[in-house]
């Protein structure tokens, strides 16, 4: 199975930081790289998908990146909506179609 | 409106069964894979399930043999079929639609793009 990891598990950010939030698969998953939002107590939203795509209705501050095993979502400024948890998912080849652990992005 | 909304969630005893429902409206839902995604608290997400759109199904390990992913097209509706349940399986329980992208040398590229609102299963004596 290709496992997935976030780490940092949390950063703290302010208002217009500039942030990254890297992903790491265990094996080469390409380009099948997802990335969702969650707030607390809502359903996730899709923000990036195939690794630098992006959603339609997404803010373009917003961006993905890496293919292979190493990925990255960046904010280019940060917005008050924008504290919230960030997962990246892999849609690579075969299931179980792992999540990685989040990372929560809090202030600082 | 597009929409998912899941229901059938509960309390359940360990060992015993429950069957979850997703109501889906706004789209050609007979057109679409469709997963179970679900959430401890606290915790992340967590891949239950798939089905496709001709009725292929996949599980992880963690569910295989005790849960059973169905749909039926004429009602707009995916189940999930909860058997054998367990403490671990306490969850929010969320049904996800999936759509796919070809990107120029006709790579196949998959995501959820909608989400329901999820319903909560507890696991408990």
């Known amino acids: 199975d290709i496992q997935m990891t976030q780490s940092p598990s949390s950063l703290s950010a302010s208002v217009g930081d500039r942030v990254t939030i890297p992903c790491r698969a265990s094996?080469?998953?390409?380009?099948?790289l997802n990335w969702y939002q969650q707030k607390p107590g809502k359903a996730p939203k899709l923000l990036i998908y195939?690794?630098?795509r992006l959603q339609s209705g997404v803010p373009s501050r917003f961006s993905g990146g890496g293919s292979g095993t190493d990925f990255n979502l960046t904010i280019s400024s940060l917005q008050p909506e924008d504290f919230a948890t960030y997962y990246c998912?892999?849609?690579?080849?075969?299931?179980?179609?792992?999540f990685g652990p989040g990372t929560k992005v809090d202030v600082k | 409106e597009v929409q998912l909304v899941e229901s059938g969630g509960g309390l359940v005893q360990p060992g015993g069964s429950l069957r979850l429902s997703c109501a889906a409206s706004?789209?050609?839902?007979?057109?679409?894979?469709m997963h179970w995604v679900r959430q401890a608290t606290g915790k992340g997400l967590e891949w239950v399930s798939a089905?496709?759109?001709?009725?292929?199904?996949y599980y992880p390990g963690s569910v295989k043999g005790r849960f059973t992913i169905s749909r039926e097209n004429a009602k707009n509706s995916l189940y999930l079929q909860m058997n054998t349940v367990r403490a671990g399986d306490t969850a929010v329980y969320y049904c996800?639609?999936?759509?796919?992208?070809?990107?120029?040398?006709?790579?196949?590229?998959?995501?959820?793009?909608?989400w329901g609102r999820g319903t909560l299963v507890t696991v408990s004596s």
């Open positions: 195939a690794a630098s």
């Open positions: 094996q080469t998953i390409r380009s099948y």
């Open positions: 996800a639609r999936v759509s796919h992208y070809y990107d120029s040398s006709g790579y196949y590229y998959w995501y959820f793009d909608l």
């Open positions: 089905i496709g759109t001709s009725g292929d199904t």
């Open positions: 998912q892999q849609s690579y080849s075969s299931p179980p179609f792992n």
């Open positions: 706004g789209f050609t839902f007979s057109s679409y894979d």
